[in-house]
């Protein structure tokens, strides 16, 4: 593709992919649906008045997440894209819709915890139906094209690629 190399980085790269994955594959969006992103980045400013997001909060300035998270959910959470894990899980659980889901692939508040922190709410998951299924990036990863199926299936068989390979062969 004719783009910037920097973009290989983002947008292209393994964050980007992710985020493809996790929220298209995974997470199945239906319009009209209330979604909620917890990632450990402050960037409220951006989120909201450069990209577009209806709203955004920095969940270290919340002294009860809790109460934050019903502040701009009101009703319910259809699907909740889980990066941060700890006490945001723990405060999400009673929050999302019955039947709702969850897509997981981080938890960055406990990678450096001696003691990672507990979650008390898991009973929602059982109580509410609610889907939860974590991913792991490198399993996803898609080719585009019908020229391109013939390489990624060599790669598969190969060793180049562990786990599932997409082939993208139209958009619509």
């Keep these: 593709m004719d783009v ?7 947008i292209l ?6 985020a493809y994955v996790g929220f298209y594959e995974i997470c199945s969006p239906k319009k009209g649906e209330l979604v909620f992103i ?15 997001f209806d709203d955004a909060f920095n969940y270290n300035e919340e002294s009860y997440l ?12 259809d699907i909740y ?19 709702g889901r969850i897509t997981a692939c981080g938890m960055i508040s406990q990678y450096d915890e001696e003691e990672p922190d507990a979650t008390h709410n898991l009973m929602y998951v059982i109580v509410k139906k609610i889907r939860m299924q974590g991913f792991v990036v490198f399993d996803y990863f898609i080719v585009e094209g019908i020229e391109a199926a013939p390489a990624a299936l060599v790669g598969h068989f190969s060793g180049r690629k562990v786990g599932k390979q997409g082939v993208l062969v139209a958009r619509d």
Aim: proline content about 7%; glycine content about 8%.
């Design 4 to 10: 910037p190399l920097s973009y290989y980085t983002r």
């Design 66 to 77: 809790n109460e934050a998270i019903k502040r701009y959910f009101p009703e319910w959470i």
């Design 81 to 99: 894209f889980k990066n941060v894990g700890g006490k945001m899980l723990d405060s999400m659980l009673p929050n999302i819709r019955p039947h």
């Design 38 to 52: 917890s990632a450990a980045s402050e960037v409220v400013d951006l989120l909201k008045n450069i990209l577009g």
């Design 13 to 18: 790269g393994m964050a980007g992919i992710t």
